[in-house]
């Protein structure tokens, strides 16, 4: 479904990626595991156009979508919950939804479509008046995955889902997108905490400093030691 060929990516003068390839097969959860600093967040902004890599391509559904604008690339297919939420703080959980289902312009459907939302999130349509500002951060982590499901993505891009929740928290998140891609939407995974990445997806890959270092299926990659050691605190 997804396909990175040698992509490099600059900030200014600052290479951030370099030579980067992975694949996302259509139905399937692949994480993207790294330390701080190391490109994940921006290999998921070069593939929605974001920050535009300088060499490579990025296809999708065998389409190169490198150069096409951040909108469009929604419109096909493609959805990213950024890092840090970036929920509209001032619009209430309900204008949130209704935001990310800007595309359909069927209001029965659009209903249709938050009333879904809420049957993943159920404590979202216990808060759907709610200013998204007040709501938990575990709470803005569903609103944010839940906004991005109005798209109709056939492709979700996580950028670390888990960052800074509690536990318990974490755990509902993980359920939801296990739900998620179990009703055929395909997501790429970026999180710090590889242990939990390693078990939710099939497909793995390691980023350092820019470049992919290690790739193969995630209980390969979880079993191995220098993963291990890096990564899982063993």
Known sequence: MLTLKNISTRYGAIKALTDVSLEVEKGAVATLIGAN??????????I????????????????KINGIPTHRIAAMGIAL?????????????LENLEL??????????????????????????????????TLSGGE??????????????????????????????V?????AIDRINKEGTTVLLVEQNANLALKRSQKAYVLETGRIIMQGSSAELANDPRVKEAYLGD
């Open 48 to 63: 929605m156009g974001l920050c535009q890599p300088y060499e490579g391509e990025v296809l999708f559904e065998g389409k």
């Open 171 to 175: 755990h509902a998140i993980f359920e």
């Open 37 to 46: 600093g190391a490109g994940k967040s921006t290999t998921l902004r070069s």
């Open 140 to 169: 803005q982590q569903m609103l944010a995955i839940g906004r991005a499901l109005m798209a109709h993505p056939r492709l979700l891009l996580l950028d670390e889902p888990s960052l800074g929740l509690a536990p318990l928290m």
């Open 100 to 133: 990310g289902g800007y595309l359909q312009r069927d209001h029965g459907k659009l209903k249709r479509d938050i009333e879904h939302v809420y049957e993943v999130f159920p404590r979202l349509k216990e808060r759907l008046a709610q200013m998204a500002g």
């Open 81 to 93: 919950v950024p890092e840090g939420r970036a929920v509209f703080a001032n619009l209430t959980v």
